[in-house]
């Protein structure tokens, strides 16, 4: 694009960032500040996933960008029209075809590669911040380990549900040393970050820090012996592609109680109805 | 009913843009409001979206109020995303605000005092009727002001500061912090904080410097003055040796003056508030030097228990452009997360109805 460089950030700018990815690889799970630059898009919208995607990508990438899973969510558009028009690179739907994954609160199905980069948009890097509104406390209880809080906070969704309360962004342990946020993913996603053969990118703009976990990392959820980590998923197989190991997305499809479940991850589905797979209400879609 | 993917976003928000568009321009029966008259006769308009956009450019402020609709918030965030492109070429030195070529300059501790006392325009005094003739076109009757007053003009700080009543001014000898290139960490220094509040939202700082007055973190304040005026900026390149002139830009300046008992290691004296804004913007300026002598409170030994004297809630939270993103950023889809509590909610319902059927049949 004209008056710009490379995928909009200079490259002084890319330079400081891909030394905070340096050091966040380098202490798996850590926060590590960075200048956050003002992008052209609002913070709260991806400003974080963008600088990291921007200071990774090169011209042979291939991009997909994904919000809830899907690559046509009007802020994922939005964001893969930005590289498109400020990089020039090729982008795509397929996880399979791409080198570089941008996303919005999921993982996709499809499980990834050690040649494949995955960067997650961040709203809140700090997981204690529920707990302890301060920055420089939870600097502190981080330095030292100190998860306490986090557990207690556990043992009383236990002690009062029967069951954790939390259904996203839920806390991982990564590398049995820094407590982290996964970013507002289900639940349902967390056991793909484990040992992940891709590398993991986050990028917080507005709060401006990044983070990382490195290929074949541990990254356990947070659980107690007798209440092991449990995903939660709605109980139904997908009604386009008949999936039913998948994380779904809930349609009300009338005002009478009727509901359709479908792929969240809409690359994953249009895969598996192209190779034959037919749910039980994908006939009708057919049809019509 | 069937279910169809939702596909087409990129032509929705192709033909959301067009339409605002449209909408921007209104009745094109109505004339076309030019760059020209928004910066002459919108300029508190212009001078916020300077201000909060953290970049001192007339026109370019006038083309943000104009693409935003008068959106001062979103005016101020087209500003801040051109500036973070363009190059620094050179630092300014420290601007004499002393030497300010002043419109206006008002105290409310003397009754006079060098150079007096000078209204200028204001807004203050008069009577909050609409005017209606303002709805016709017309030339407003000539004004009878005075010539901007180059006579020797103290700052009042700098007159109490003769007498050692009133602390001395940091030294500023140390390079300042930017925190639009470094990120923010606690403690902050004072020169940081004071970069946040001048960027910082002029109605989150008016709350915040109103609740400080109504006896969350009382400061006993007192206007020691208010200028406004034109300062001149000088650069010093290095293969010059010397200063040059740049050129002059309108800034608002308040210094507080603050009640202060004194502690073991100090005799009683006054304390200062700071507040320096781009623009004409008295109301920022005094807000902002009330929250900054507000969040001195730890450093001076006072007991810290309002929000104004949170530094890290102020200097978080005063960000208009990170509010608004993060705020706004709730209309953006959730229904991954949303799906999870659903199903998280149904759960915890059918655990419960169990338990109590359970107690029932006990029973």
């Known amino acids: ?288 | 009913m069937a279910y169809v993917t939702v596909k087409g976003g990129e032509q929705a928000i192709e033909a959301a843009h067009t339409w605002l568009a449209e909408e921007r321009r209104g009745d094109t029966a109505v004339p076309e409001v030019s760059l020209a008259q928004i910066e002459q006769q919108l300029g508190r308009a212009v001078d916020r979206a300077m201000g909060e956009g953290s970049l001192y450019d007339r026109a370019l402020a006038a083309l943000a109020v104009k693409q935003a609709q008068g959106d001062l918030i979103e005016a101020a965030f087209l500003l801040r995303a051109y500036r973070t492109t363009l190059p620094r070429f050179a630092y300014s030195l420290p601007v004499d605000t002393a030497a300010m070529l002043l419109q206006r300059r008002i105290s409310a501790v003397f009754k006079d005092l060098p150079g007096g006392q000078l209204l200028g325009p204001t807004y203050d005094y008069t009577h909050r009727l609409l005017d209606f003739s303002l709805a016709a076109d017309g030339a407003p009757p000539p004004s009878s002001r005075a010539e901007p007053d180059e006579a020797a003009m103290p700052r009042v700080p700098d007159i109490l500061g003769q007498e050692g009543l009133i602390e001395q001014d940091g030294d500023g000898a140390a390079e300042p912090g930017d925190l639009t290139r470094e990120p923010l960490r606690f403690p902050a220094p004072r020169d940081v904080r004071l970069q946040a509040l001048a960027r910082g939202d002029e109605g989150f700082l008016l709350a915040l410097g109103y609740s400080t007055q109504r006896g969350y973190g009382g400061t006993h304040p007192f206007a020691g003055e208010i200028r406004m005026g034109e300062a001149t900026v000088e650069i010093e390149p290095p293969e010059l040796g010397f200063a040059i002139d740049i050129g002059d830009i309108t800034l608002t300046e308040c210094q507080m003056v603050n009640q202060f008992k004194g502690s073991k290691t100090l005799p009683a004296q006054f304390t200062r508030g700071y507040g320096l804004v781009f623009g004409h913007a008295e109301r920022k300026a005094m807000a902002m030097a009330l929250v900054d002598r507000a969040m001195r409170a730890e450093e001076l030994g006072e007991e810290v228990t309002a929000p104004a004297q949170d530094v890290e809630f102020v200097v978080y939270h005063s960000d208009n452009i990170e509010a608004t993103g993060f705020v706004e950023h709730l209309k953006l889809p959730h229904y991954v997360d949303f799906q999870s509590e659903l199903e998280n909610v149904r759960r915890m319902r059918r655990e419960a109805a169990r338990v109590a059927e359970r107690a029932e049949a006990a029973e």
């Open chain 1, 1 to 288: 694009m004209n008056g710009y460089n490379f995928a909009y950030l200079d490259e002084q700018t890319k330079r400081m960032i891909r030394r905070a990815l340096l050091k966040a690889v380098a202490i798996p799970g850590h926060q590590v500040p960075f200048g956050s630059r003002e992008m052209p898009l609002p913070y709260g919208w991806g400003t974080g996933g963008i600088q990291v995607t921007a200071s990774v990508l090169g011209q042979n990438d291939v991009l997909k960008v994904i919000d809830q899973g899907a690559d046509d969510t009007t802020n994922a558009v939005s964001i893969r029209r930005f590289f498109a028009r400020t990089a020039g690179v090729r982008t795509t739907t397929r996880t399979s075809e791409a080198t570089l994954i941008q996303t919005r609160h999921r993982i996709p199905e499809t499980a990834l590669r050690e040649d494949q980069i995955i960067v997650y948009q961040v709203p809140q890097p700090e997981p204690l911040s529920r707990l302890e509104p301060s920055r420089a406390e939870t600097r502190r209880m981080h330095a030292l380990a100190d998860y306490g809080l986090m557990h207690v906070k556990l043992y009383e969704d236990i002690a009062r549900f029967g069951q954790v309360s939390i259904s996203y962004d839920y806390p991982v342990m990564v590398n049995h040393r820094y407590l982290m946020a996964p970013s507002p993913i289900p639940a349902f996603d967390n056991p793909k970050m484990h040992m992940m053969p891709a590398l993991q990118l986050f990028g917080a703009g507005r709060e401006k820090r990044i983070y990382a976990v490195p290929p074949y990392t541990e990254v356990r959820s947070l659980d107690f012996d007798d209440h092991p980590f449990r995903t939660i998923r709605a109980p139904h197989a997908c009604g386009l592609c008949g999936a039913a190991d998948v994380y779904l997305d809930e349609v009300v499809v009338d005002d009478r109680g009727g509901r359709l479940y479908v792929c969240s991850d809409t690359d994953h589905c249009a895969g598996r109805r192209a190779a034959g797979h037919v749910g039980a209400d994908g006939m009708q879609e057919a049809a019509e």
